[in-house]
């Protein structure tokens, strides 16, 4: 599965985007401002009320609290393993196994989400679910500006040089014969933007739905999180079988790229993305083991 279908509408910030946040940005820094700055990203789209401010605030706060100590420690374990694979050559097996690594952290933070995010979906207005239904067609313009528009040629190539420097963050600078592998995968890739596109307004679609249907049915807790448990289910296995199919080709398709450039690399590149493993995992180590907690700390500036 590409990045660009990875990514995930409102909810899921509160229940998968979270649990892989360290792996998008392991500086410390930037793990301990996450409780604010997802507040912030869900504040952008809901517009809470002050009553719903500081529940949300405070579930977060509890969530970031949760997640370092149940999840940082098998982060780090993972890197430190990833570290001794990336030595070696891989198999395209392999490569997708990575993520069944994941899915067990995901799965675990959506567990540990879905009680709090279903008590305060149950307080949404129409007017707030109007408003994240008003923030994804903004999205959506950005979407179609950056991906749907102008010369198709013109969008590859982006895409061909977006690839080659995420491979570079990772593995240092690349020789000619890289360059030309990352060409030609990308430029047969099974990937669609417009196939992507539609399943993206599906699920922003169902999301809206579902919301307008909790709140209109004044459903119970158990309810809500029923609902918002069979939508995740929704994001992992659309209910489109066409799409789905089409999925599993780019996901497997991916695998074998990454597989194939990995097994490219130089003894200096793969020393190159060692390097950046260990930074990473001593980062989270550092995490771990720090004395500073989210409950030693204001949870959230007063000024917010």
């Not at 990203?41 to 405070?58: G, I, M, S, T, Y």
């Not at 067609?137 to 977006?162: C, M, P, Y």
């Not at 014969?177 to 417009?194: C, D, F, G, M």
Request: hydrophobic share 40%.
């Amino acid at each position: 599965m590409t990045t660009s279908s990875l990514k995930l509408p409102v909810i899921a910030v509160l229940i998968l985007v979270l649990s892989t946040f360290v792996g998008c940005s392991v500086v410390r820094l930037g793990y301990n401002q996450a409780d604010h700055l997802t507040y912030w990203w869900l504040d952008r789209f809901v517009d809470f009320n002050d009553e719903q401010k500081p529940r949300a605030r405070e579930a977060l706060t509890k969530w970031f609290a949760w997640h370092r100590r149940a999840h940082l420690p098998g982060y780090a374990k993972l890197l430190a393993n990833s570290q001794n694979l990336v030595r070696e050559d891989i198999t395209v097996e392999r490569t997708c196994g990575v993520w069944t690594d994941l899915r067990g952290f995901m799965d675990s933070a959506f567990d540990r989400a879905l009680p709090m995010t279903a008590e305060i979906i149950l307080t949404l207005t129409p007017r707030q679910i109007q408003n994240i239904e008003q923030r994804y067609a903004e999205i959506n313009e950005e979407f179609r500006d950056e991906h749907l528009q102008g010369d198709a040629s013109r969008r590859l190539k982006k895409s061909i040089k977006r690839t080659a420097e995420r491979a570079e963050f990772f593995y240092g600078n690349l020789n000619n014969a890289q360059q030309e592998l990352i060409t030609r995968w990308v430029t047969l890739s099974p990937y669609e933007v417009n196939i992507w596109n539609t399943e993206r307004h599906r699920r922003q679609q169902d999301l809206v739905q579902l919301l307008r249907r909790l709140n209109a049915d004044n459903v119970s807790q158990d309810k809500a999180q029923m609902a918002l448990r069979a939508y995740v289910d929704r994001i992992y296995s659309s209910p489109n079988d066409d799409y789905r199919k089409y999925a599993e080709q780019v996901w497997v398709y991916n695998c074998a790229f990454v597989a194939n450039l990995h097994n490219m690399t130089t003894a200096a590149q793969r020393k190159h993305a060692i390097q950046k493993l260990t930074d990473w995992e001593s980062e989270i180590r550092v995490l771990v083991s720090s004395a500073e907690t989210v409950g030693l700390r204001p949870s959230f500036p007063s000024s917010l």
